[in-house]
């Protein structure tokens, strides 16, 4: 989380920090302890969501 996870990325685009707030997730925060269920869904969204992207890309697939 130390690395991906930098609030100095905020204004950096496709970062976890910026989609964070995009999806107005705040529960998520950098110590993964203190909110462990908000980022193991956070993480699992995010990684689902790339991976359509990438699918989507590959096959030349636009959205609508």
Do not use: P
Request: glycine letters at 4%; proline letters at 0%; one cysteine or more.
């Amino acid at each position: 989380m130390d690395h991906f996870y930098d609030g100095r990325s905020a204004t950096d685009k496709g970062t976890l920090f910026q989609l964070r707030n995009a999806l107005c997730q705040r529960s998520v925060t950098k110590v993964v302890s203190e909110s462990f269920n908000y980022v193991s869904e956070f993480i699992s969204f995010v990684t689902k969501a790339y991976i359509l992207a990438f699918a989507l890309d590959t096959l030349g697939l636009k959205v609508i």
